[in-house]
């Protein structure tokens, strides 16, 4: 139901939602693993929209990355996808001992920052009296709501509006947030040794038979550099791999 997705895009409520992607039950091989909601979650909505995405390539990242996804979607006021894949959910693996610390988890000074939002500076809620919870907010989606079953548009305070320059202040900073989660995910990993021209590019549970083939064309005396891709939008080190390689893998 991409609309509900949409519709928290621009409402700007923070979700987080983990795709375990599957080759679909109607082809008859609902056990196999596949890495196929990739376009389908980046642009999930029925307007235009663009998401944050995670890559675990394990069950520890996906630990690790579930953490980070609350936090970013925290931050960015917006849904974040976590893209596992049947290999890592359904399957045994061995994986160090999983660790939690104050440092793993989002801290109390960031929730605050919400404090000083526009959209947190709103009147008291029905049945607050004089004062508002301090995260309180008012929320209001751009596009087709279905659940509003109407086309209503928001100004920066969450406020009714169809004038298209109030809410135009809304969808510029919606673009400027997905340009700042390019500094916000993680980077991808780089095995490099600037000598080959040949790029190859891998995500999730891929990583243990892209690492067998390279040791496999290594010991032939081929050598290429590797990326794998932990997140998107992507970050300024996957542009600079793909632009600095001929041949793209």
């Known amino acids: 139901m991409n609309e509900f997705i ?3 895009y621009y409402a700007e409520v923070p979700a987080v939602l983990f795709d375990v992607q599957r080759v679909g039950p109607s082809t008859g091989m609902p056990t196999r693993t596949q890495q196929c909601d990739l376009l389908t979650c980046a642009y999930a909505s029925h307007g235009d929209t663009k998401h944050v995405m995670l890559f675990p390539s394990n069950p520890e990242e996906c630990f690790y990355m579930a953490v980070q996804a609350f936090d970013l979607a925290e931050r960015l006021q917006t849904p974040v996808f976590v893209l596992s894949d049947l290999d890592i959910g359904m399957n045994d693996w061995m994986c160090p001992e999983l660790k939690w610390t104050t440092a793993t988890g989002r801290t109390a000074a960031r929730c605050s920052r919400r404090k000083r939002s526009r959209r947190c500076q709103v009147p008291p ?25 109407a086309r209503v548009g928001h100004n920066q305070y969450g ?10 202040v809304v ?3 919606l ?7 390019r500094t916000l ?8 040794t600037g000598t080959s021209d040949i790029g190859l590019v891998a995500i999730g549970s891929s990583r243990g038979a892209v690492n067998e083939a390279r040791d496999i064309l290594a010991k032939r005396g081929i050598s290429i550099d590797y ?15 793909l632009a600095s390689h001929d041949k793209i893998l």
Do not use: C, N, W
């Open 6 to 8: 949409g519709l928290a």
């Open 125 to 149: 809620l029905p049945g607050q009296g004089r004062r508002r919870h301090p995260l309180s907010h008012a929320a209001r989606s751009l596009g087709e709501g279905r659940l509003l079953h």
């Open 185 to 192: 995910v993680p980077a991808p990993v780089i095995e490099a």
């Open 227 to 241: 990326m794998r891709i932990k997140a998107f939008p992507f970050t300024k080190e996957v542009e600079g791999f």
């Open 159 to 168: 406020g009714y509006t169809e004038d298209a320059k109030e809410y135009q």
């Open 175 to 181: 673009a400027r947030k997905f340009r700042r989660a």
């Open 171 to 173: 969808l510029d900073r």
